[in-house]
């Protein structure tokens, strides 16, 4: 069996070359791209009141659509429907081929690359770099919640919306 198929049960399928490095730019750019973000969520908290008017559950598919083509695009997001990409220097932490959602295993090479994709830098370096770019190392330390399969394929950007406005 070849490493990178021991964990593919998991559904966790290496991302091709082009994708993954656009991944890499992203958290290149963490700087900017997390500014963006934090406006477009304030735009979206601003927009519950016409989400709950118009029904969280009637708009789940178009923005699950629309979220998955922007951030597979530029995270290679996997759409756990629980994003921490704003915890982890915008590093997606779903394309660790171990699913690893707190920190790297043991077996990151002396290179930064994976243990399992020799070819791949670890994405909790990654993280690591991205995070420093957003001036937000701490939140690497804040402990995940393991992965609610549950949501899987649903929109992290209307749970966000859902929440802020709720809390
Ligand atoms: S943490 Fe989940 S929702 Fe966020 S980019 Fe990764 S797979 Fe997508």
Redesign the pocket.
């Given at each position: 069996m070849r490493p990178e198929d021991a964990f593919a049960h998991r559904g966790v399928a290496r991302a091709p070359l082009p994708r993954r490095s656009l991944r890499l730019w992203s958290v290149r750019h963490a700087a900017f791209l997390a500014g963006t973000y934090r406006a477009f969520e304030r735009v979206l908290r601003g927009m519950d009141p016409v989400f709950r008017r118009i029904g969280y559950d009637r708009l789940e598919q178009p923005v699950a659509a629309v979220e998955r083509t922007v951030?597979q695009a530029l995270?290679d997001?996997?759409?756990?429907?629980?994003?921490?990409?704003s915890a982890t220097g915008l590093s997606?932490?779903?394309n660790c081929p171990k699913g690893l959602r707190n920190g790297p295993c043991g077996g990151v090479r002396a290179n930064g690359h994976c243990e399992v994709h020799p070819d791949m830098p670890c994405v909790w370096v990654q993280a690591f770099a991205g995070a420093q770019r957003m001036d937000a190392v701490a939140a690497l330390g804040q402990v995940q919640t393991p992965v609610d399969h549950r949501r899987a394929g649903k929109s992290?950007w209307l749970e966000a919306a859902k929440h802020h406005a709720a809390s």
């Open positions: 951030k995270f997001c996997r759409m756990c429907g629980q994003c921490v990409l997606c932490p779903m992290s």
